[in-house]
């Protein structure tokens, strides 16, 4: 026989609430909560935390201003790490730098990155602690030690931020510079990271009986959604691009010939450089006492020669003022083992390695003769040399014969950079390709014979690089080592990059981040829909939780009268159960009985038939 109507409804009613009544309770996730709190506060014992009842707030004052310290101290080590991150294409610079300045190697840059990884990793640990104990309706506790750990790291990330905006500021350009490849992916951390915040300002949101903090919490959480909302309709990136529109590649110019791979300015390491494809070779040129021009970079020989040794008592006297006899006796490679600015020595084979080691210093002519050789572009810094030098008034002269006289190089190869004197140089050889080293006007760079700028990667733009482009004057850009940076100069327009990675950048087929417009409106849509669905979701289910909804059982609406309201246990070792009291319900012959930890149905029994 089937089951009557009336024992039907009763069933449903009966998995209806059975249902309500999980989804109403709230557990108390012991071990959980335990090492929650343990962590956060060293709050191991179940006696000592307490959760915020309803309409409290979550912590006292103290802790309230703890938790904002840490939020603080979050973004500023955020800010910083990004900074420093971004930053890594000029590490080798700045660890030359700290060399000048102290007197000794070491990768400061490396550590920096490290000390500030692992400091932004320990307050972003406590922090995601904090929410949780927030989504669990616990009450904030800061152990004392976490304390000075926050304010350490606080202190650590304006000083470090201080020192190299004072020292360093050009690297904020290279920050805004990578905005523009990472923006459209940092709006989708951003949103991601409101979307889960949802849960913790619901719950609190709805359990506060004050207006006036319910308004602001929310009205903050709101204004900083939608910011990151439309934040997109102000960006730009030159990396969005219909397709066809992408220009080739840049051509890529050696820094100091191979610098990763062999010892800068070394003949073994501008002989890497045309293994790796490299289409020019970049150095510096300063004259010898006796009008040798030969590569060194550096207004000394103490940083990449073995000086020290060979002349002690001319650690710091101008390469210039040694003639080339001295300059030969030096070495210039031993130090790019010993050091290994890049940590790169110990790829080398042995073979390799032996060369490196014994890389002594070049002239001029050497590495014009091996462009010349391998059909090789040629652009060099030319340093004047100091007052008292024999070749002070005539370097641009000696320098010229050495191009004409005594090299096989043809003179449209070379890039000439030098400024002094640049008609009477254009005028002695119409073939060289004058190059100049900073921004003007159009008409001011033609009036020149300007036929390419050289400039820092930092004035990257890809309106005056189309703009130059569109008279013939081309743009080589320096010194970019980065993957995402040479992508953002490709997809600005740059003509070449004169770079110390050239055989990472050669297997970058494609830039990275390239993407359609219409590719990026999908990703932006997508994401604060999604986004926006998922706090709806998040809230409507808090409010739901939180106040209680009438169900029904198919079409029939199940007659209920709530004569409670809900009650919260102590919380001391029961915490935080919730119960419906006295709910009758016309039609059941018994009652429910309480199950401990879970929301109870008081149920009055039918009355006899």
């Known amino acids: 026989m089937g089951r009557s109507p009336v024992s039907l409804s009763k069933l449903k009613l009966g998995k209806l609430k059975v249902v309500r009544r999980q989804l109403l309770q709230r557990y108390e996730h012991q071990p959980f909560i335990s090492c929650l709190a343990g962590l956060y506060g060293c709050q191991w014992k179940r006696y000592q935390r307490a959760r915020a009842q309803p309409g409290e707030c979550c912590c006292s004052k103290l802790e309230c201003g703890s938790f904002g310290i840490l939020i603080l101290t979050f973004w500023l080590a955020l800010v910083f790490l990004y900074f420093w991150s971004e930053a890594q294409n000029d590490y080798n610079d700045f660890d030359w730098f700290n060399f000048g300045k102290l007197g000794f190697w070491f990768p400061w840059s490396l550590v920096l990155l490290i000390v500030t990884a692992v400091l932004f990793t320990y307050i972003a640990i406590l922090l995601v602690l ?56 940092l709006h989708v951390g951003g949103v991601s990271l409101m979307t889960l915040l949802s849960w913790p300002i619901a719950l609190h949101f709805f359990r506060m009986n004050k207006r006036g903090r319910q ?47 062999a010892p800068e300015n070394t003949l073994l390491s501008f002989e890497k450089a045309v293994e790796e494809g490299g289409e020019g070779l970049e150095t510096d040129v300063t004259i010898s006492y006796d009008g040798v021009p030969f590569l060194m970079h550096d207004n000394t020989l103490r940083r990449t020669t073995n000086v020290r040794e060979v002349f002690p008592n001319r650690t710091d006297t101008p390469a210039s003022m040694f003639t080339w006899s001295e300059l030969e006796m030096l070495n210039a490679g031993a130090w790019f083992l010993s050091r290994d600015p890049f940590g790169t020595a110990s790829s080398l084979d042995p073979d390799d390695q032996v060369r490196a080691q014994n890389q002594t210093v070049p002239r001029l002519r050497d590495i014009l003769d091996l462009a010349a050789l391998h059909g090789k572009l040629v652009i060099f810094d030319l340093y004047r040399p100091p007052r008292g030098h024999p070749y002070r008034d005539t370097w641009i002269n000696r320098t010229l014969e050495v191009l004409h006289n005594e090299s096989s190089l043809n003179s449209s190869q070379v890039l000439w950079l030098p400024s002094y004197q640049r008609d009477l140089v254009q005028e002695m050889d119409p073939a060289l390709q004058q190059t100049s080293g900073s921004k003007a006007s159009i008409e001011e760079l033609q009036e020149n014979h300007i036929v390419r700028l050289n400039l820092h990667y930092s004035s990257m733009s890809q309106e005056h690089l189309s703009k130059y482009s569109s008279v013939n004057i081309g743009t080589n850009l320096y010194v970019i080592s980065q993957p995402w940076l040479y992508s953002l100069a490709w997809c600005a327009g740059a003509q070449s990059v004169t770079t110390n990675a050239l055989h990472i950048l050669k297997n ?58 809900y009650s919260k246990f102590r919380t001391a070792e029961l915490s935080d159960v919730w119960s419906i009291s006295g709910v009758s319900v016309r039609g059941e012959a018994r009652s429910q009985p309480p199950t401990p930890n879970l929301a109870t149905i008081s149920e009055q029994p039918e009355p006899p038939v």
Not at 143 to 151: A, C, E, M, Y
Not at 229 to 249: A, D, H, T
């Open 215 to 261: 308004v602001a919490i929310l009205g903050l959480y709101l204004v900083v959604l939608f910011t990151l909302y439309l934040v997109p309709l102000g960006m730009y990136s030159p990396c969005i691009k219909e397709q066809g529109m992408l220009r080739p590649p840049p051509a890529l110019i050696g820094h100091r010939g191979a610098p990763m791979l």
């Open 508 to 565: 970058l087929h494609r830039p990275l981040f390239l993407m359609t417009p219409e590719q990026y409106s999908l990703m932006w849509i997508l994401t604060d829909v999604v986004s926006a669905v998922l706090i709806a979701l998040v809230f409507g289910f808090h409010w739901w939780r939180e106040r209680g909804l009438p169900f029904w059982s198919g079409s029939r609406q199940a007659h209920q009268s709530l004569h409670g309201t």
């Open 130 to 185: 904090a929410v949780c104990l927030l989504s669990e309706g616990q009450r904030l506790y800061l152990h004392w030690s976490h304390k000075i750990g926050i304010l350490v790291t606080l202190t650590f990330s304006i000083s470090a931020t201080a020192v190299l905006s004072d020292l360093w500021g050009k690297e904020w350009k290279t920050l805004l510079l990578s905005f523009q490849v990472t923006a459209p992916f």
